[in-house]
């Protein structure tokens, strides 16, 4: 089975090649094991219809023309979304975002991303924007019953994987929102998997190791 390191609540971001989960697969948090039980159902996290109808401006309009598609730049040669903020007077690109339905259950959501400014804030109204959160009625402006998923992270020129866990209570709606994004930040490969969690091997690991270290 493929194993990948995540931390709930907070981002894990690494270099590596791009990787889809199979049911079966494990992950893992700093202190729990999921199992995947379910294929991804993220629609469109890899824009290969462009911006299709799941992509916006926040306010269910197209994305502004500071925001495009660039074909076969990703990591794995998927589509990517590029920001162009040199074209705004504040050097800023507008809001893309993204909002879909989740029922109760655990989940992991991922993305790939390369960006020339290093820092990405989860703090909405700031520059370099990009946040997850669930709420209550699917806006991304009117935050009722607002439950932050994604962390702040540093991230580089380079592609990285940036990956979140986290848990829904009842109906809630999953919301993406990038704003106040430098120009040539890049994204694509967006995903979602309902996991399960398991008994973490690895705490009998290190009582193991601990054990041998103890009477050796």
Same mark, same amino acid.
């Given at each position: 089975? %493929?194993?990948?390191?995540?931390?709930?609540?907070?981002? #894990?971001? !690494? #270099?590596?090649?791009?990787?889809?989960? +199979?049911? $079966?697969?494990?992950?893992?948090?700093? /202190?729990? %094991?999921?199992?995947?039980?379910? /294929?991804?159902?993220?629609?469109?996290?890899?824009?290969?219809?462009?911006?299709?109808?799941? =992509?916006?401006? $926040? %306010?269910?309009?197209?994305?502004?023309?500071? =925001?495009? &598609?660039?074909?076969?730049?990703?990591?794995?040669?998927?589509?990517?979304? *590029?920001?162009?903020?040199?074209?705004?007077?504040?050097?800023?690109?507008?809001?893309?975002?993204?909002?879909?339905?989740?029922?109760?259950?655990?989940? /992991? &959501?991922?993305?790939?991303?390369?960006?020339?400014?290093?820092?990405?804030?989860?703090?909405? $109204? @700031?520059? +370099? !924007?990009?946040? *997850?959160?669930?709420?209550?009625?699917?806006?991304? /402006?009117? @935050?009722?019953?607002?439950?932050? &998923?994604?962390?702040?992270?540093?991230?580089? @020129?380079? =592609?990285?994987?940036?990956?979140?866990?986290?848990?829904?209570?009842?109906?809630?709606?999953?919301? *993406?929102? *990038?704003?106040?994004?430098?120009?040539?930040?890049?994204?694509?490969?967006?995903?979602?998997?309902?996991?399960?969690?398991?008994?973490?091997?690895? &705490?009998?690991?290190?009582?193991?190791?601990?054990?041998?270290?103890?009477?050796?």
């Amino acid at each position: 089975m %493929k194993k990948r390191l995540l931390m709930q609540l907070l981002a #894990v971001v !690494c #270099v590596m090649g791009t990787y889809a989960a +199979n049911v $079966g697969d494990y992950l893992f948090t700093a /202190t729990a %094991k999921y199992k995947v039980n379910g /294929t991804n159902v993220f629609v469109n996290g890899v824009f290969a219809s462009g911006f299709g109808d799941e =992509w916006t401006n $926040g %306010k269910g309009g197209e994305p502004g023309e500071l =925001w495009g &598609i660039e074909t076969g730049k990703g990591p794995n040669a998927e589509n990517v979304v *590029i920001s162009k903020g040199a074209a705004n007077a504040e050097g800023l690109a507008d809001t893309l975002a993204y909002v879909m339905p989740l029922e109760t259950g655990v989940y /992991t &959501i991922s993305y790939y991303a390369k960006v020339e400014t290093a820092f990405l804030s989860n703090t909405k $109204g @700031t520059t +370099n !924007c990009l946040n *997850i959160f669930l709420d209550d009625n699917g806006s991304v /402006t009117d @935050t009722t019953g607002y439950v932050g &998923i994604a962390a702040n992270a540093a991230l580089t @020129t380079e =592609w990285q994987q940036v990956v979140y866990s986290f848990q829904v209570v009842g109906s809630k709606f999953l919301c *993406i929102n *990038i704003s106040g994004m430098a120009t040539n930040a890049q994204f694509t490969g967006f995903e979602i998997y309902p996991v399960k969690e398991v008994y973490d091997t690895r &705490i009998a690991e290190r009582e193991l190791a601990y054990m041998t270290k103890l009477y050796n």
